[in-house]
Each structure stands twice: as C-alpha cells, then as structure tokens.
C-alpha cells in the first residue's frame, strides 16, 4: 500500500528503553528525508509505570501527533491491554515470543499479531537480553520497509560514543538479525511501508525547550539559574551543556527562590538573564517576581506548565498557569506574557523575551508545557531563523552617554513612555539604590509620601500601553471567512492546524483558526481579528477556560462553545474533532 504516513508507538515501563529507542527510531526516520513529530507519555517515576512514546512519520509536515496507531511495539501485557483500542484495523503488534498475551482481543480488533523470539535472538547474536528493545527496532525497521542503514547509524553514533565500540557492533547484530527474521516472516503482511526521501534537506529533530534554549542564547542570554523542575529542566540541562562554549554562566541552584533572586542579580548588573522553573517552582518564586517588577529589572522567566495543583502530574502536560502568571505576585505591575506554539516559536521567543523584557525594563514570562517541552519535531534550516535575531537593549545609557550627564542620574525617572533611561551599577556618575520598596526618582527610600506614589506607580503602569500596542496579535490559519473559528493558544497550535484542515476537506471554506502566541498584554490588535469571526470556540487544556475568560475580559466577546482536555495529554486534532461533534449536539460544551 501506498502510505504518506504511519503512526508507531513503544509501550513498556520505566526502564525499558520505550523513549531512548522511540527516540532513536526518530531520528533514524529524519535522517532518511521524512518529517517526524513525537509524542512521549510517562510517569514520573524512575522504574516501573507505564511509559508509551508514538511517532508519527510521513512525507509531509507533520505538525502533531495523531491518536491512531499503524503499529504497537508491546514490551509488556499491559502495552496491549493499554493501546490496543488505538491500533487501527489491519495494523500490528509486535511482541516477544516469550511474552503472554490476550490474543482474542487482538483477533477481535481485527490486527496482527507479530510475536518474534526478541529476548532469545538478542542473546543469541551475542548481545543481551536487554537488548530487545534493540532487536524491536530492526523488527519495526523490517515490517515497515524501511532502510536498516538508518537504524544502524542512529545504533553507531548513540552507543559508540557513550558505550564503546564492542556495545555498538552488539548492538548492531541484534538489529540486523531481527531484521531479517522479522522480515522473512511479516515483511509482506504489514502494509504500511516507510520508504526514504531521496535529496530531501537535512532537518533538525528538536523539541521546545532545546528551541527556546537555542533562541535565548542566539538572544544574547549569558546567564541561567534554577532548581531542575519537570518539565523545564531540559531548558536548563541544554543552556549548561553549552555554557563554556558561549560563555554563559550556569547555576543549579538550591530551590527556585534562589534561582529567581540570582537571575535578578545578574539582570541587575547587565547580563541577559533567565531561570526556568514548573508551576510549583514558580509559586516560590512570585515574590521575587513582584522585586523585579518594583526595581525595572529585565527578569525572563520560563513556566513549564503541568497538571496542579501542588506537585500534581509532573511528567503531564496542561495550560493551567494562565490567569496565574497573569496576576501572580503583590500588588499591579507591568509584565508581559508570551505562550509559543511549536518549536519555531519557541526559537522566537527565546530571543524576542529579552528584547521585550530589556524595552520595558519589566519581567517577562514565557508558557511553555509538558507536552511542548518534550515533543521532537522535524523543521527545516529556516524555522530556526538565526539571521533575523536582533538584540535590542531598550534605554541602555552607554558610558558615553553618562559622562555627559549634567544632572545628577535619576533611575527611575518619571518619563510619559513609563520606561526610564538605564545605567548599569559601576558608571561614576550612574551610582543608585534600587530599595524594593516605594523610591523616588533616584532610588532613595520614600517615606510613602502621595505625590511620590502618584508619580512612580502609575509611571511603571504606563508601559502596559506601549507594550499592549507591541504585541502580535492572533495569526489567521484557514480561510478569512468561516462557520466556526477555533481558538487556542500555546501548544495547541498544531492540534488546531490539523482540525481545521480536516474540518475544510469534508466542507471547504468552513472553519479557521486564530491562534495566540502573545497573550499579555492582551494585543490590541486582537479585537478586530476576533469580530470577524461568527462561531466562536476557544480551545484549552485546563478546565474552567482561563483563556476564554481572559479574552473576554479584554475584549467583551463571549465564545460560543468551550473545549477543553484536563488530563495530562496533549490536545490532538482528533479530540478536538470528537468534541466539535458533541458541541453541535449540546453535548459536553460549556458555556463561558
């Protein structure tokens, strides 16, 4: 059968090797000339749990995992019992010989079942009986059609460097000879076939967070701190394995209020800087958030969002630090909140937080996710646009500039754009205290005089205004004219893509998209974009609609219908699908 595309999912516990092979497997198929999106699905525990890992492969964009399943690489009873209602009629399940399994719901389903001597044949060839996993994947190579030598590679450059070369050529036997096997005995019964692109460019296989690290450093970032937090920890790990290379100072700190107030300090004295934490590690950090508000510091911050509340579902996926982050800390202060939707707009906002934050002299959040922190997609050499990075550093005064003062330097100066002329600490005629407290112009501790109060707070306010006008509003995807507009924000956005090109292929021209990357504060651009629109239905992964809410407090339009996921997985086009149904049946919508 001719395919564009199949789905692959690795199913086991803990342990396993169900993400390193599904990883690995990824990367084989990237290399081969065809798109990949990955989607990873584990619990947070070290050994033991159930821990699946799908791929999505075709010649295509993908954009976005899908629920159905081509072929199931089972590593134990319960991968079946757990997956076998997504495995599509036809498609297979691949186990070990050794391994019991319920065959009638299997037959019952209408699929393959492939049982190969896995474990045996490993040992055999002079591997290990852990080696199975190694041996599924040239089974899963074999079945499939597809060319071994990228297997292979992906086999050299993963266990040759870590574990030597006699670990790589074990490895390499077991692979060729499930191959073989595996072939000889189903090549000819599986229909989906994996063929490679010829001439295809090379792309890379990121996920998120690696973007967001690698656009953060393209951005001039020079120093991260913070306690490691699932699922941001990714950002960290990347930033301090490059840190000697591009002279970036990295500190794992000993929890998330020292990583903030250290990130503060170094903002302070001029270095680009960020921490990256989870919901949890932000609660501790709204404190210091509210300092960096008060003293103007440049402060990027990255919240990871989980499922809460508390230390919730860590190793989940969920948007529910919306309304939180928006109001998080003492009092009012201008902050400005970005929410990327894959891994090119993560690339952007790792770089353009800087420069918004060092513009307006304010704190600026970055919402990613679980499920956006951990997803590999394939993009080519221009979704990640090194040559479009401009660092701009806002009202920096440079030395220059403060050797001509003629006035004595005033920190905080009351201007009508709220954002004052700043000079890092060191400068002779820029010596000033930045108290936490209410300060006047100069810095200096106020004795919560009126007139001080009516200048400096409504001054750090004004930048809202400025900023509210920056911020990109919604992008259009579809048709500018529609039955129904979907709406979403953040890591839905390849979800919403495929939902509305669905939608527009069984009726033309009925659906589109608006999409939010920029959500704080709210863009002012958005309210026209909106009044296009006549059906209305916000689309979210939290459960009471932070963003349905927040859109309509900002724009006074009310979405006709709410759709939302609360369980730790990543929306998919074919939920969203399914629940559109339901709410053209009154069934499962909620107003807002």
Known sequence: MAVHELSIKLAGEAGQGVESNGAGFARAAARAGLYVYTASDYMSRIRGGHNSYLLRISDQKARVHRDSVHLLLAFNPHAITAHLHEVV???????????????????????QLFPLPLKDLAERVGGSKIMLNTA???????????????????????????????????????????????????????????????????????????????????????????????????????????????????????DEIAAVTMAIGAAYVGARAMTATSGGGFSLMVEALGLAGMAEVPL???????????????????????????????????????????????????????????????????????????????????????????????????AAALDGLEEPYARFRVTESGVSPRALPGHPKAVYTTPSDEHTEYGAFESEDVANRLQQQPKRMRKLEAARAEMNGPSLYGPGEADVTLVGWGSTLGALQEAVDELNRSRPGSANLLHFTDLWPFPASAEGALARARQLVVVEENQTGQFARLLRAETGRRPDHLITRIDGRAMTPDYILENLKEVALHVGSQAV
């Open 89 to 111: 009629p036809g498609g297979a399940i691949i186990v070990d010989e050794g391994m019991r399994i319920p065959e009638d719901p299997v037959k019952a389903a209408g699929l």
């Open 136 to 254: 599924a994947l040239g089974a899963t190579a074999a079945v499939t059609g597809f060319d071994l030598a990228y297997v292979e590679g992906v086999i050299r450059d993963n266990f040759g460097s870590k574990k030597g070369a006699a670990v790589a050529e074990a490895n390499l036997k077991v692979a060729r000879a499930a191959y073989e096997l595996a072939g000889d005995r189903y090549g000819r019964r599986f229909p989906w076939k994996l063929h490679a692109v010829e001439d295809a460019p090379r792309r890379y296989l990121l996920n998120g967070n690696q973007a967001l690290a690698m656009g953060a450093l393209a951005g001039g970032c020079r120093f991260i701190s913070a306690y490691p937090m699932t699922p941001a920890s990714s950002i960290f790990e990347w930033l301090t394995a490059h840190a000697q290379r591009f002279n970036v100072v990295s500190k794992q700190m000993e």
């Open 300 to 398: 990027v911050v990255v919240d990871a969002q989980r499922p809460g509340p508390s230390t919730g579902m860590p190793t989940r996926s969920d948007q529910g630090d919306l309304l939180f982050v928006t109001h998080a800390s003492q009092g009012e202060f201008p902050r400005l909140i970005l929410a990327p939707g894959n891994v090119r707009q993560c690339f952007e906002a790792g770089y353009r937080a800087f420069n918004l934050a060092e513009r307006y002299q304010t704190p600026v959040i970055v919402l990613t996710n679980g499920f956006l922190a951990s997803s590999l997609e394939t993009v080519d050499a221009q979704d990640l646009p090194f040559d479009e990075v401009r660092i701009d550093r806002g009202e920096l005064l440079d």
